[in-house]
């Protein structure tokens, strides 16, 4: 190939990288933000134990609702992507099935549920609830899956950004007609998801004709067959990587009491959402310029693509978290209000614990690579065990401090053993030169913006927010430009030295 044709090619890729990740941004972004808003309402209408309860049923839904969707997911990522039209009103039809098998579950679940409400009425019925929230929750996720498979990146974004609206909406409703009600704010959440799944089935075709015309037939038990297969073998690593990344919410309050159970939901979710906003659309753009170049036999390309991707991440995610130790305190204030200002300091370190988690997806790429679900599923085994001993050590001690330290240990460790056996696939290279300058600088900008914070101490929550976020881009700026203004200094001097000889 011509230089002028690779060229134009990377151009090509390029074009259509940005293509896909404009939409999925703002989808994302839109998804992310609109739930800081949902966030901001709940916090200031429902007591720190209130609001701890809510944020644990939604993680246990999450959690459930991976457990019951999550292999028809993989497998439809997996089959649904690239296929032909003939090939994929087939697949589509193996994933109504797979649909249709998953909610017949839940409705015998939902039966059990409304007999528990004869022993305890209010135990009963939550439970119930949570069911229908776990259907939701799991056909919302599933047709998303289906939307991305197909590359239809708008219809994705305005699903996201949709039913994010639409949360919002019906829990502003509950919260002004049945206040105090967990269970009306779960059915709220329920109500959301569905509709955005009714439109999403409708873009992705699901309710097509010459679908629906295949779903009796035998070629679609084989392919439904071959879903369940691959994706059973995904599951168990997906559950473990979720627990690992959510046990640690789910025992702080059993180890901390509802109170700290409140804190700490309300700093994990607004910190998720600010990580989800940088890291899913990268990966979703990303993912197939790297599968691809492993899929031609270029592991040279895939090792440099994946070594400049982390060490872009890593570097991002330290400014991230000094920005976030910087203005912890006046975000706090302005997206949480001040009952619940004592979650600043809980800001960084699950912002940090976070992005590690986040970054395992990219850590461990060579072994999707190589299809090791085994090794992929023993190291999300040990992440989730390490998070919940450390956990159940620390969490009684330090309070929520001790439950973010378990999860930044968990996460870390995840990208660290991925990282050391998925070299030995591609050896990609981290410039950690660069990721210790960029780390330091951001510290010690957000240490300087932290010594001049009294200067808008009595400023509106708004003007505070936007000064220390001003200040801290002020200072991690000027350090960088001085930084790079030296080295290239250096450079030259150098240069010119080895010119003289």
């Known amino acids: 190939m011509k230089a002028g044709d690779r060229g134009g090619a990377g151009a090509g890729r390029l074009r259509k990288t940005w293509s896909t990740y404009v939409p999925y941004a703002l989808g994302i972004g839109g998804n992310a933000g609109l739930n800081i808003v949902l966030l901001s309402l709940l916090t200031r209408r429902l007591e720190p134990s209130l609001y701890g309860g809510y944020t644990v049923a939604i993680t246990a839904i999450v959690l459930a609702s991976s457990v019951a969707g999550q292999w028809l997911q993989q497998a439809t990522g997996r089959y649904l992507a690239g296929a032909s039209r003939r090939a994929a009103s087939y697949a589509k039809a193996a994933v109504l099935r797979g649909a249709g098998a998953i909610l017949a579950v839940l409705a015998a679940l939902y039966v059990l549920a409304r007999v528990a409400e004869w022993f ?25 899956t289906a939307l991305q498979s197909e590359q239809r990146a708008w219809p994705y974004a305005i699903q996201q950004a949709c039913a994010s609206a639409l949360k ?57 067959h071959k ?3 691959y994706g059973g073998a995904m599951t168990l690593w997906f559950i473990f990587m979720n627990l690992a990344m959510y046990c640690d919410r789910l025992l702080v309050r059993a180890l901390a009491g509802p109170e700290m159970a409140g804190l700490y939901g309300a700093a994990s979710t607004l910190v998720v959402g600010s990580v989800n906003l940088v890291m899913a659309p990268i990966l979703a753009a990303a993912w197939p310029q790297l599968m691809g170049a492993w899929n031609a ?22 400014v991230l978290v000094a920005l976030v130790d910087a203005v912890a305190v006046p975000a706090t204030r302005l997206f949480l209000g001040d009952k619940f200002g004592a979650a600043a300091t809980l800001l960084p370190l699950l912002l940090a614990s976070s992005f590690c988690f986040s970054l395992g997806p990219f850590f461990h790429k060579p072994l999707e690579f190589k299809e090791r679900k085994a090794v992929m599923c023993t190291i999300a085994a040990l992440a989730l065990l390490l998070n919940g001993v450390l956990s159940f050590v620390l969490t009684p001690r330090f309070g929520g401090v001790g439950a973010g330290c378990a999860a930044l240990a968990a996460g870390a460790s995840y990208c660290a053993v991925s990282g050391l056996i998925g070299r030995s696939i591609v050896p990609w290279r981290i410039r950690f030169d660069w990721l210790a300058a960029v780390a330091v600088l951001a510290m010690l900008a957000a240490w300087a913006t932290h010594q001049v914070a009294g200067v808008w101490r009595d400023a509106g929550k708004f003007w505070a927010l936007v000064a220390a976020s001003g200040v801290f881009a002020v200072l991690f700026a000027i350090a960088v430009a001085a930084v790079w203004a030296m080295s290239r200094a250096r450079r030259r001097f150098y240069g010119g030295a080895l010119k003289s000889r």
């Not at 909406?169 to 009714?198: H, I, T």
């Not at 036999?297 to 570097?315: F, I, K, P, S, V």
């Open 227 to 229: 879903l369940r297969i």
């Open 120 to 144: 305890d009425g209010r135990a009963g019925a939550l439970w119930s609830i949570c069911v229908i929230a776990i259907a939701a929750q799991t056909l919302f996720t599933l047709v998303g």
């Open 168 to 224: 919002i909406a019906f829990s502003l409703l509950v919260c002004r007609l049945w206040q105090n009600d967990v269970g009306a704010l779960l059915l709220a959440v329920a109500a959301a998801q569905c509709l955005g799944a009714a439109f999403g089935m409708l873009r992705a075709g699901l309710f097509a004709s010459d679908v629906r015309d295949k779903l009796l037939s035998r070629r679609t038990r084989m392919v439904f």
């Open 297 to 318: 036999r270029n592991e040279q390309a895939a090792a440099r693509q994946l070594g400049d991707l982390l060490t872009w991440l890593l570097c991002a995610g330290a």
